[in-house]
């Protein structure tokens, strides 16, 4: 596991400056008391270079054994090549392949289930799964509906091969469920793009709307995990939500039955940072003790789209 974030920390007092909203105001309907933005010049592949140049030194891993990058975002350095190529550059790999994906805030369970497939297909061997993200360079700044919600950063995972046959080894990925739903696409979307509108655009979004599905649709990806897996959520040792917002988190661990105490939670700190929230999450977690070798962890995000999907995987 890796992360990276930019320095630069916007507080909600800050951004009461800004537009007409307050600390209260953010906190009490979100959880969020800060997140970060990246600085001029500081890109996307930035912050992925970071996180996974951290995932790999934690994993004991050189670059070089790297055959496979996936990386979600929905905010990368350039229309082309994309941001998954620029991070193998600058990591020195010249092997295998780098590719990006783009399901927005569910982007790192894709991403995930993605290597994970192409792992089990023979494929590759180890990849680096990056969720990397600077909203800040498609939010509304004078928007308070939401400019206040989201922020930048970045996380990765590095994923192998564990030897035998697919699915004999019994760490990893056990399960995953995708799911979307385009006739939602007009309650969270980018106003603008390079064959629409020739623009980057803004982000824009229809909140109670994606409030209440984020609430309620997502549970069946998680069922349907709990029973690919033959586990229930008494078996579940940590919950990694996708961190949009503490309310839609607290709501949907109560509906699954998962005890408040093994949730995660990184909102607060970080904004919603889209595919990067649940790597950021997964990071802080294995890095302060919470999650050890062993544990069972689901993984649960929802996005503009709507897509949604979870992942069960054995640390
Ligand atoms: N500061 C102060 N007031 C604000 C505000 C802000 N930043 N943003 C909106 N308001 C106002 C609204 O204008 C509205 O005022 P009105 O009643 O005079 O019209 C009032 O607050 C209530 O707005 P509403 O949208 O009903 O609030 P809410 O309780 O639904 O909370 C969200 C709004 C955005 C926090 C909530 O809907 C949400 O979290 N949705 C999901 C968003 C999300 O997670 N998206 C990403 C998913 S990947």
């Known amino acids: 596991m890796g ?11 800050e951004l009461a400056e800004m537009v007409d909203t307050s600390h209260e105001w953010i906190h009490s309907r979100t959880g969020i008391e800060a997140r970060r933005i990246a600085a001029e010049g500081e890109f996307t592949s930035h912050l992925a270079e970071r996180a996974a140049r951290a995932a790999l030194d934690h994993a004991g891993r050189e670059a070089r054994d790297v055959d496979l990058i996936v990386l979600a975002t929905a905010t990368p350095d350039n229309t082309f090549p994309s941001t998954a190529v620029e991070v193998q550059s600058r990591l020195g790999i010249e092997r295998g392949a780098a590719f990006d994906l783009h399901a927005v805030c569910s982007g790192f369970v894709y991403a995930l289930s993605t290597a994970d497939a192409l792992i089990a297909q023979g494929l590759a061997e180890r990849a680096l799964v990056i969720g990397a993200e600077t909203f800040s360079r498609i939010l509304d700044w004078t928007d308070r509906t939401t400019c206040v919600l989201f922020g930048d950063g970045a996380g990765a995972v590095v994923l192998e091969r564990a030897g035998g046959a697919a699915g004999a080894s019994p760490r990893g990925v056990l399960a995953s469920s995708l ?4 006739t939602h696409k007009d309650k969270l979307y980018v106003d603008g793009g390079p064959s629409s509108t020739q623009t980057v655009g803004h982000l824009r979004m229809r909140g109670q709307e994606v409030f ?33 917002n503490k309310r839609i988190i607290d709501a949907s661990a109560k509906k699954l039955g998962i005890a408040p105490e093994k949730v995660v939670l990184t909102v607060q700190h970080h904004g919603n940072t889209s595919a990067a ?33 979870a992942s069960l995987v054995r640390w």
């Open 3 to 13: 992360s990276a974030l930019p320095e630069r920390v916007l507080t909600n007092h």
């Open 212 to 244: 209440r599905f984020a609430v309620s649709a997502t549970v069946d990806v998680v069922e349907t995990v709990f029973a690919k897996a033959g586990v229930t959520a008494d078996d579940v040792a940590w919950f990694v939500p996708h961190q949009a």
């Open 277 to 309: 929230s649940i790597p950021l999450a997964l990071a802080e977690a294995s890095s302060d003790g919470r999650i050890k070798e062993g544990d069972l962890v689901l993984l649960e995000a929802m996005g503009g789209g709507f897509t949604w999907g």
């Open 179 to 182: 799911r979307s739903n385009g």
